[in-house]
């Protein structure tokens, strides 16, 4: 499985971005896709995480600002990312999981600076 993640860019503090990661490759079942985060010097996070039926968790930092979305038929999904903050900067990667492997996106970077 291949994971391509893209849309990030550099943003003002209080815009938007959304991010959009495309698995390819395989037909294999993808329980759950997510996005993770690292900005620099610090260990990769959990931003948002969405099963296959749409159970979804978030960080807190991202709860109630970032949307996480999928659309199972094509193993797509999306990160809506609202009233950024410069402690949003980071390199931003997608996830997914199947009943017997992890994988993972290149990164995207994200930049939140005025």
């Known amino acids: 499985v291949q994971l391509q993640a893209s849309g990030g860019g550099l943003v003002q503090p209080g815009g938007s971005l959304r991010l959009s990661c495309g698995a390819s490759?395989?037909?294999?079942?993808?329980?759950?896709m997510g996005w993770y985060r690292q900005a620099p010097g610090k260990q990769r996070e959990m931003v948002a995480v969405?099963?296959?039926?749409?159970?979804?968790i978030y960080s807190d930092s991202a709860k109630d600002r970032f949307t996480i979305s999928r659309e199972s038929t094509e193993n797509t999904m999306y990160l809506h990312m609202n009233e950024l903050k410069p402690d949003d900067t980071a390199v931003y990667y997608c996830?997914?999981?199947?009943?017997?492997?992890?994988?993972w996106g290149q990164g995207t970077q994200v930049t939140v600076s005025s």
């Open positions: 969405i099963t296959n039926v749409g159970r979804t």
């Open positions: 996830n997914a999981r199947s009943s017997i492997a992890e994988y």
């Open positions: 490759g395989s037909a294999i079942r993808l329980n759950v």
